[in-house]
């Protein structure tokens, strides 16, 4: 008897079919790997599973048993529970609050908080997931949002856990954490679905995986079976690089990005201290660090200098030209392209259509602009050569952005900052939550970008892309620039290492 059975699933939107007789079968006290590309249709089945969906045809079975849900609340009463690629968080609401609604401790009629923190804290404790459960969910970094969501399925002592990208957020150390606590869990008893694009993370710890493909379930197999490279061309139908190409750089003289003695003040310790350092034309410098320690306050201060909440001090120039007090768009109308970090708050308008969201930011360009109203046919046509070569799915314009996957959501917002041809990029985390299809055109681009003279600053915490593109790299640790490497001078322990704010020979 299997813990969790898909059988025939079929699952449509509209005309769109996301899942077209998907089978999956997960063992009881296991770790399952689910692979695929953006678009695939693995987040579809996992909403099935998990309720937020039902199914059109096939069946779910939970032990066995055949199970119909009218919403999540029926999978968590079965002991099912999801973590999502994008949070399902209340921002102004305390972490403990976020994680205990719905299942509040009473006690004379009130929520009885101090229970709940004390069983909170063991589990933290017992899993590693420490963080301050008074704090506000818009308070804290992603990494530390995910581990409330992790949190929320222990303390609800779920089952069967469906995870989607656990690992984005976190170092070497931690992820090598997590893992283990996933084995504790399945030693436990308990049953883990990992949804995931590190395919070397799915063969090092997940005992089986499914491959999704255009929708459907093309293979399952034991991962001591397969390799990382097989697993690619199973997800992606062809031969697939997992390892960019990036020759010597040639930087120029030129900065495209200083940044002098740049302080951002928080509440009671300073986000940024006196950070400086400086990108050229011609170069990636990436910035690793776990999140949460300034790279979100530096990005913002780059983009952002007039806006933010505290007055920054120190200098900030952009192809030599002083930016601290202007505004946004003056800074973007220089040349400077963004990814930003959470895309679906900072760089898209989720119920507007994809021409829409192609424009966004480009709108007053002599490209899109004519006698103060847009040129429709130019956009039309340079979003869907833009989608299409960024391989954005479904490429219908009038689709809106929130029908897409998180993936394609990404490959949105790449495809319109690229088209600015831009002179200053600044990438924060640009393939999280992308395939590794995806993974090697973006990277393609930025190396690519590079190679033509552009300026790149490359924020990410997935260690791989930071020790693949960077040509130096700077560590952030608690809000200044600790370290400094160039290519090839550090190996990935060492500086996961740094970005706890270890020595080399820390343990």
């Known amino acids: 008897m299997r813990a969790v059975e898909l059988r025939e699933i079929t699952k449509r939107f509209g005309a769109v079919v996301a899942n077209a007789g998907v089978n999956l079968q997960v063992e009881h006290g296991s770790i399952h790997g689910v692979i695929g590309e953006n678009g695939a249709g693995k987040t579809t089945a996992m909403n099935l599973l998990y309720g937020m969906y039902q199914p059109d045809a096939g069946e779910i079975l939970i032990d066995g048993k055949q199970c119909h849900w009218k919403s999540p609340r029926d999978a968590i009463a079965k002991g099912i529970g999801m973590v999502h690629q994008h949070f399902m968080l209340a921002g102004p609401c305390s972490a403990l609050d976020n994680i205990v609604l719905g299942a509040e401790p009473v006690r004379w009629g009130l929520i009885n908080r101090g229970a709940a923190r004390e069983k909170l ?30 949190l929320k399925l222990l303390y609800r002592n779920t089952n069967i856990l469906i995870l989607d990208e656990p690992s984005a957020v976190l170092t070497p150390q931690e992820t090598g954490a997590l893992f283990q606590n996933l084995k504790k869990l399945r030693a436990e008893g308990k049953t883990v679905i990992l949804v995931t ?12 995986v499914t491959v999704f493909r255009a929708g459907s ?105 002083e930016i601290t007090n202007w505004k946004a768009e003056d800074i973007r109308a220089m040349g400077v392209a963004v990814i930003p970090e959470d895309r679906q708050q900072e760089g898209l308008l989720l119920a507007r259509p994809l021409s829409d969201n192609f424009l966004l930011g480009l709108q007053r360009t002599r490209d899109f602009k004519r006698g103060g109203f847009v040129r429709v046919n130019e956009l039309q046509s340079s979003a869907s050569r833009a989608i299409e070569k960024f391989d954005v799915r479904p490429r219908d314009l009038r689709t809106p952005a929130e029908k897409l996957s998180g993936g394609n959501q990404q490959k949105l917002v790449i495809a319109r900052e690229f088209h600015r041809k831009p002179v200053v990029i600044i990438a924060a985390q640009p393939t999280r939550g992308v395939d590794v299809g995806a993974i090697e055109f973006i990277h393609g681009q930025l190396v690519g970008a590079r190679d033509s003279g552009a ?43 740094r970005m706890v704010g270890g020595e080399e020979n820390d343990e």
């Open 197 to 208: 694009h590190k395919l070397r993370e799915v063969t090092a710890v997940a005992d089986r």
């Open 121 to 150: 804290e063991a589990l933290a404790d017992q899993y590693g997931l420490s963080l301050d459960l008074l704090s506000p969910i818009e308070q804290l970094p992603i990494g530390l949002q995910q581990r409330v969501e992790i």
């Open 455 to 497: 300026g790149v600053l490359l924020v990410s915490s997935d260690l791989d892309e930071i020790l693949s593109l960077s040509d130096r790299i700077l560590v952030i640790y608690e809000g200044r620039i600790v370290a400094q490497f160039d290519r090839g001078q550090v190996s990935e322990r060492e500086l996961g290492i």
């Open 217 to 321: 379930t093309i293979a399952e197999m034991a991962t001591c079976d397969t390799n990382a490279q097989d697993l690619a061309e199973l997800m992606i139908g062809r031969k697939v690089s997992l390892n960019v190409s990036v020759t010597e750089a040639r930087p120029r003289s030129e900065a495209a990005i200083q940044v002098s003695s740049l302080t951002v003040p928080g509440d009671g310790r300073n986000k940024l201290s006196r950070v400086s350092f400086t990108v050229h034309c011609g170069e990636i410098v990436g910035i690793a660090g776990v999140e949460g320690n300034g790279q979100s306050e530096l990005v913002q201060a780059l983009l952002h200098p007039r806006e933010s909440k505290k007055k920054i001090e120190g200098r900030i120039e952009i192809l030599g030209r």
